[in-house]
Structures are given as structure tokens and as C-alpha cells.
């Protein structure tokens, strides 16, 4: 398993369990209300859209993992190893910028796409609770927001929205590159 795909497994294990903790609460509220007022019925449709719903969500976190990891690849590869200028740089950047953040937006359409699918599949099949399944939905944002707030007090690497990983990927591949050229250097001197 490459370092970079296993970086992706470990940072998507706080969001999995975020997706697992808000089905919970989205089935236990339904429970608590069921209990106490009589229009809420709880019934296996909350318990199968709440799972629908991280399902969903989680497929959509890995899958947008795995584009922007490629698309960090891709910006690797391109790039190659060794030091640019200022011009190259500005070159490579205007050749293929576009090229990535078109990868990037056809897996934005994709996944969003699919995500209606899903509802609209829950609406129609009367197995999910529509509800039930949407909450997860939309927690995609609070839970890498409260990622990110958990890494930055010291919990270590957790969930991040993977778009703020292209960064992190160029400038690591632009280390390893300076470090090449450097013992390039060494032994050459040698």
C-alpha cells in the first residue's frame, strides 16, 4: 500500500466515524420522539435511510479522496523530480491547472449527482425514511470542520476535506525533490 493512499485510509477514519455517530444520533432521536409524541413513528425506514445516508457519504468521501489524490499524483508525475524556476513553475501551472480542476469538478458532479440519486431513490422505493437518510447527507461539512478543529488540539491526523490535501501533496513531492537534488549533489562532490 503506497504512503499517500495509506495517509488517505487513516485521515478518512475519523470521518467514517463521524458518518457512524450521526446515523446513531439520527436513529435514537427518532426513537426518543417516537416515544414521546405520537406523529413521529419509528419504524426499520429511519434505521435504512440512516445507514443509506452514511453509506452514501462515506462511498462520497473516499471517492472524492481518491480524485484528489490522483489529481496530486497527476501534479507529481507532470511535475517531475528536481528544482524549478519561477518560469517553470508559472508554465506548468498555466498548462495544467485546468486539466486537474477539471477532474476535480467532474467528480464534484458525479458525486453530487449521486447523492441525489440517493434521495430520490429513498423517496420512490418507500423503504429509507427520506429524512432519516438526508441528515447524513448533510453533515459532510460539520464533521471535517470538527476534524480539523480535533487535529489542531492535538488529536493527530484526522479527517480533512481532501481538497486541502493537494497542497500538502505538492509541497511533500517538492521536498523529496529537493532532498534528491541535494544527495545528487553530495555525490557528486564525492
Known amino acids: 500500500m503506497s504512503k499517500r493512499l495509506l495517509s488517505t ?50 462511498a462520497n468521501y473516499v471517492a472524492l479522496s481518491f480524485f484528489v489524490t490522483r489529481a496530486a499524483d497527476k501534479i507529481i508525475e507532470l511535475r517531475g523530480k528536481g528544482e524549478m524556476t519561477e518560469e517553470e513553475i508559472e508554465k506548468f501551472t498555466k498548462e495544467n491547472t ?25 423517496l420512490i422505493s418507500g423503504h429509507f425514511d427520506v429524512i432519516a437518510t438526508a441528515i447524513p447527507l448533510v453533515c459532510f461539512r460539520p464533521i471535517i470542520s470538527a476534524g480539523e478543529l480535533f487535529a489542531r488540539r ?12 493537494i497542497a500538502a501533496e505538492e509541497n511533500s513531492a517538492t521536498e523529496e525533490a529537493t532532498e534528491a537534488d541535494a544527495a545528487a549533489e553530495e555525490s557528486k562532490e564525492e
Open 9 to 58: 485510509v487513516k485521515d478518512s477514519a475519523f470521518f467514517v466515524i463521524g458518518e457512524i455517530v450521526v446515523a446513531l444520533l439520527v436513529i435514537a432521536v427518532y426513537y426518543a420522539l417516537g416515544i414521546y409524541i405520537e406523529n413521529v413513528i419509528f419504524t426499520y425506514k429511519v434505521i435504512t435511510g440512516a445507514i443509506l445516508g452514511s453509506a452514501v457519504m462515506i
Open 154 to 165: 492535538g488529536g493527530g491526523a484526522v479527517a480533512a476535506a481532501p481538497e486541502s490535501g
Open 98 to 122: 485546468r486539466k486537474i480542476q477539471t477532474t476535480v469538478q467532474l467528480s464534484f458532479f458525479i458525486r453530487t449527482f449521486s447523492m441525489i440519486g440517493v434521495l430520490v431513490i429513498a
